[in-house]
């Protein structure tokens, strides 16, 4: 079953960005996970990481989110648009998929030290917390 929209909206910024990150690298895409955070023990986080082999790093769980709009250059490829289409993708971790359902993806990027900072909100503009 093809869904009829995507699991989570991307800002442009996001978007913009993911797809820097996967032509930069040469990776098949990025996928959020939700998990134990790494810095702060008995917190979780949400983490990007590359796919390198989607084989090995996806399972049949995991859903994409296009990082392409289509010809009005606003608009999101929806989900029955790029299911099958190839092309590089956001996708959200099985583990992630009800926490970051409906909501928004944003990211801050700081140049001058290359870091990536997730920003994620719930459908009425709250920014998520994981551990909530």
């Known amino acids: 079953m093809v869904p009829r929209k995507a699991a989570l909206a991307l800002t442009p910024k996001a978007r913009e960005l993911f797809q820097k990150m996967i ?38 769980q995991d859903e994409g989110v296009s990082l392409e709009v289509l010809d009005d250059g606003v608009t999101p490829k929806s989900p029955s648009e790029s299911w099958n289409d ?14 970051v359902l409906g909501g928004t993806l944003d990211v801050e990027f ?23």
């Open 86 to 99: 190839n092309l590089p993708k956001l996708f959200i971790h099985h583990a992630a998929f009800m926490k």
């Open 110 to 132: 700081n140049p001058e030290v290359g870091d990536m900072t997730p920003k994620l909100f719930d459908r009425e503009g709250h920014e998520m917390d994981p551990n909530a």
């Open 23 to 60: 032509a930069a690298t040469g990776s098949k895409g990025i996928i959020l996970k939700y998990e134990i955070s790494s810095q702060h023990s008995l917190r979780m986080a949400f983490k990007f990481d590359l796919i390198k082999d989607p084989e090995k790093d996806l399972t049949a």
